[in-house]
């Protein structure tokens, strides 16, 4: 929230400067996010009344202004300005001046006529972008009157940062209140008396929907000029609190949401048919918004409506068919209180927000509404002129909001702070905002009012006492405790040594959200059904992930569009699957997995290796490394998000704990990805398993190697081979791996032939080639009799 201090300093004026304010505002919870001039820094530039304005006798586009700048005569001044003109009043820059950026103005001759001095644009004073011509004051500004304090420049604009449990503090009021309790001043509350009405005219208002909003009012206004300027003090406000200056009438209520918190909204009454009813939706039912955006609303969307159609989202936004224009007379002004529950998420789940949402999705005290309509009542009047009609009020008592006692002990809350406090030193803190207290034997009752949402359960009280007395105030104090040596099991691995493994790889970690777009889920995990968030924080980012690998995608996409090439990240994070229906305990899993991705070539591009794109036995060969010395095994798989073909299951141990492969060709063309990635994503429990070393005696005898090479069917996986040789291997066979496949001439083309290098070794003698031989023969006639294989170069 962005506000003027001379704005705050109406309400109250504590004896601190804007850093000790800004300081102030920041202890009490209230963080300072920016706090920066109203206008750069200049001098010499007064209130000045343009006298004559002819044309240059030298040059078109130049005007010769005889201006008064209240220095007793008329000063010559030869101005650029296409709106120059004799009556005006505008900014003037005297002789000696300096606008921002050290810019002095001297005596000049322009075309060959001479100049005293500059009419100036709000631009060349640098409190608006505004440089189509000079900046026209109103009539009553006082000639000679030094500008910065006419407009009232030398003025700080404060941006805070609000969490979302003081949304009381969404106002000019709310922050005034907190900083009158901090600082003990005076707290100047806006008088708002009730406006008579002058005519008897009234729309009736039915809550259909009462939890969702229990209290709304309204009432008619009669004969306004919409077309009537909004008076410079207010469009300085608004403008100073990042809001922008439409028309009057709009302008009132922004201005009284910024002063008091409540949103108001303004309908053309003449538009409108019968009772206004507060409801859901209609099947089928659509709302044109003031943003020209249509929209269906979702069932559990409130809306304003009359008995026509619907004609607003209820706290979100109006409708473009009931709006008010600058030809609008009659005004049909709402106030209402709307449940934050009811209203919570709505707007982004439509891809867009506003500031009444964001205000009515935290908390709106329910009972401003109508001192608020009061107050936009008399602004209209007295800007606009018109009659008021009676506020109607429609309220289910019911369903409002109820602020229930929250006891206090003070011997906790002494003992939570660490510090020393009195019990009536509490309560006076307590009293400063507005709490009511009343004693119970040794405790409090502490009743919060009624714009206080964030205060229900002890411990709130007990950081409202901490930031009262000031968290400056708190001693810190170091904490003391005894240090112990925490076990270090043989048996597992901490995760810092996998990321360290796969950045000494060559990948880079990243933090992606663990919400994500629907799209990703329908697309890399074939889920029809994810888990989805009930208030998200953007609408594309709308449901929980079950997979890495969309995120790991979505960062190579947004490194692609920046052209960068070559990209190889990893994540370590949760993700998150809906439990089975006949689990015990109805809910969610929340699983830790590792995934990588490579893509690009393997290699930075450099002169002593060749350009080649990373494939599928690079990241094979990472994953490998992440899990030696124990070994994988993989085996053919289908996957949404990977290449029929390039794609294998990985398991361990015969347990199945992950995939590996290449990313589909069509989401490499969606995603507009150029060359496909290869991506890995396995459980992280898994790769933390170490295998506890086990003592086994180096041999110091020859080992003994023999190839073996067998021709298989090509449907025989390598992983099925080697498992059915390492069955029959005898205890002297010590390594059995691939190192050679061959198709071709003298192999049958449904076949393969695989060739094995087979170690042999014995610990305490020489082997015999009797002994090898029958090693040998003994695999080769186990792979016939399982898979049907036989020994390269014997007969068919």
Same mark, same amino acid.
């Given at each position: 929230m962005q506000f003027s201090e001379q704005w705050l300093r109406t309400f109250v004026d504590p004896q601190l400067d804007s850093a000790g304010l800004g300081h102030?505002? =920041?202890?009490?919870?209230?963080?300072?996010?920016?706090?920066?001039?109203?206008?750069?820094?200049?001098?010499?530039?007064?209130?000045?009344?343009?006298?004559?304005?002819?044309?240059?006798?030298?040059a078109d586009k130049l005007k010769l202004c005889k201006v008064d700048a209240g220095t007793g005569e008329l000063l010559q001044i030869v101005c650029g300005a296409p709106n120059a003109a004799a009556g005006m009043k505008v900014p003037c820059a005297v002789v000696g001046a300096v606008l921002p950026g050290e810019f002095e103005i001297k005596k000049a001759k322009l075309r060959g006529v001479e100049s005293f001095g500059m009419l100036c644009s709000a631009r060349e004073l640098g409190f608006s972008e505004d440089h189509s011509g000079l900046y026209a004051l109103p009539e009553?500004?006082?000639?000679?009157?030094?500008?910065?304090?006419?407009?009232?420049?030398?003025?700080?604009?404060?941006?805070?940062?609000?969490?979302?449990?003081?949304?009381?503090?969404?106002? #000019?009021?709310?922050?005034? @209140?907190?900083?009158?309790?901090?600082?003990?001043?005076?707290?100047?509350?806006?008088?708002i008396e009730p406006v008579a009405p002058?005519?008897?005219? @009234?729309?009736?208002?039915?809550?259909?929907? /009462?939890?969702?909003?229990? @209290?709304?009012?309204?009432?008619?206004?009669?004969?306004?000029?919409?077309?009537?300027?909004?008076?410079?003090?207010?469009?300085?406000?608004?403008?100073?609190?990042?809001?922008?200056?439409?028309?009057?009438?709009?302008?009132?209520?922004?201005?009284?949401?910024?002063?008091?918190?409540?949103?108001?909204?303004?309908?053309d009454n003449a538009r409108l048919q019968g009772a206004?009813?507060?409801?859901?939706?209609?099947?089928?039912?659509?709302?044109?918004?003031?943003?020209?955006?249509?929209?269906?609303?979702?069932?559990?969307?409130?809306?304003?409506?009359?008995?026509?159609?619907?004609?607003?989202l209820a706290g979100i936004m109006g409708g473009e068919d009931s709006g008010i224009t600058l030809d609008t007379t009659e005004v049909f002004l709402e106030s209402a209180f709307f449940a934050p529950d009811a209203i919570a998420g709505r707007a982004r789940g439509y891809g867009f927000g506003s500031d009444a949402s964001h205000r009515f999705e935290r908390g709106v005290d329910p009972e401003l509404a109508r001192s608020a309509l009061e107050r936009a009542t008399r602004l209209v009047l007295e800007l606009c002129g018109g009659e008021a009609g009676p506020v109607v009020e429609a309220v289910a008592a019911g369903a409002l909001p109820v602020r229930a006692p929250v006891r206090l002990r003070p011997a906790r809350a002494r003992r939570v702070l660490g510090i020393v406090l009195g019990d009536d030193d509490m309560l006076a803190l307590l009293r400063r905002v507005h709490l009511q207290v009343e004693r119970s034997d040794d405790d409090f009752l502490v009743t919060p009012p009624s714009w206080r949402f964030d205060i229900e359960i002890e411990e709130d009280l007990i950081e409202e006492i901490?930031?009262?007395?000031?968290?400056?105030?708190?001693?810190?104090?170091?904490?003391?405790?005894?240090?112990?040596?925490?076990?270090? =099991?043989?048996?597992?691995?901490?995760?810092?040594?996998?990321?360290?493994?796969?950045?000494?790889?060559?990948?880079?970690?990243?933090?992606?959200?663990?919400?994500?777009?629907?799209?990703?889920?329908?697309?890399?995990?074939?889920?029809?059904?994810?888990i989805r968030l009930a208030n998200p924080i953007a609408s594309?980012?709308?449901?929980?992930?079950?997979?890495?690998?969309?995120?790991?995608?979505?960062?190579?996409?947004a490194n692609r569009k920046r052209q960068i090439e070559r990209v190889r990240v990893f994540e370590v994070a949760r993700v998150f699957e809906r439990k089975a229906d006949g689990e015990p305990v109805r809910g969610f899993h929340q699983v830790m997995n590792i995934a990588a991705l490579a893509a690009g070539q393997v290699v930075p591009e450099q002169w002593g290796e060749r350009a080649r794109n990373v494939d599928f036995y690079d990241v094979k060969g990472d994953l490998e490394a992440l899990f030696a010395p124990r070994e994988l095994q993989f085996t053919p798989l289908s996957h949404p998000a990977l290449h029929p073909g390039r794609a294998a299951a990985v398991r361990l141990d015969g347990h199945m704990i992950g995939v590996l492969g290449e990313l589909h060709p069509v989401w490499v063309?969606?995603?507009?990805?150029?060359?496909?990635?290869?991506?890995?994503?396995?459980?992280?429990?898994?790769? #933390?398993?170490?295998?506890? /070393?086990?003592?086994?005696?180096?041999?110091?005898?020859?080992?003994?190697?023999?190839?073996?090479?067998?021709?298989?069917?090509?449907?025989?996986?390598?992983?099925?081979?080697?498992?059915? #040789?390492?069955?029959?291997?005898?205890?002297l066979v010590r390594e059995i791996a691939l190192f050679d496949l061959y198709q071709g001439k003298g192999i049958d083309p449904d076949k393969k032939s695989l060739a094995f290098k087979v170690s042999m070794q014995d610990t305490r003698r020489t082997l015999e080639d009797a002994e090898?031989?029958?090693?040998?023969?003994?695999?080769?006639?186990h792979a016939e009799t399982v898979l049907g294989a036989r020994l390269r170069g014997a007969g068919a």
């Open positions: 102030l505002l =920041t202890m009490a919870g209230l963080e300072v996010e920016e706090a920066e001039p109203a206008a750069p820094a200049f001098r010499g530039v007064v209130v000045a009344k343009i006298v004559e304005a002819e044309k240059h006798p030298n009553d500004a006082p000639v000679g009157t030094d500008i910065r304090a006419y407009l009232g420049l030398d003025d700080t604009l404060f941006t805070i940062k609000l969490t979302p449990n003081r949304a009381d503090c969404l106002s #000019l009021t709310g922050v005034a @209140r907190e900083v009158a309790a901090i600082t003990g001043g005076e707290f100047r509350a806006l008088a002058a005519i008897d005219v @009234r729309r009736d208002i039915v809550l259909d929907a /009462p939890q969702a909003c229990p @209290r709304y009012c309204g009432r008619i206004l009669r004969g306004v000029d919409a077309r009537a300027a909004t008076p410079d003090w207010m469009v300085r406000r608004l403008v100073r609190s990042g809001i922008r200056s439409i028309s009057a009438l709009v302008d009132i209520t922004n201005y009284v949401m910024l002063e008091l918190g409540q949103p108001l909204h303004a309908f206004i009813h507060v409801r859901l939706p209609r099947a089928g039912e659509q709302v044109r918004l003031l943003n020209e955006q249509t929209v269906t609303p979702a069932a559990d969307t409130l809306l304003i409506a009359d008995e026509a159609r619907a004609l607003a901490a930031r009262l007395h000031g968290y400056d105030n708190i001693p810190a104090v170091a904490p003391q405790g005894s240090l112990m040596m925490l076990p270090s =099991t043989e048996n597992g691995r901490p995760v810092w040594a996998l990321r360290h493994l796969l950045a000494a790889r060559g990948y880079q970690e990243v933090v992606n959200f663990a919400f994500v777009e629907e799209a990703w889920e329908r697309d890399f995990c074939a889920n029809e059904n994810p594309h980012l709308s449901v929980m992930r079950s997979s890495l690998i969309p995120g790991l995608v979505g960062t190579l996409a063309q969606r995603y507009e990805l150029g060359s496909a990635p290869v991506v890995f994503e396995v459980a992280l429990d898994a790769a #933390l398993a170490a295998r506890v /070393p086990a003592y086994a005696e180096i041999s110091r005898m020859q080992a003994v190697r023999r190839d073996l090479a067998l021709v298989v069917g090509n449907e025989v996986p390598v992983e099925r081979v080697l498992d059915v #040789l390492r069955e029959a291997a005898p205890a090898v031989d029958a090693a040998i023969a003994l695999l080769v006639a």
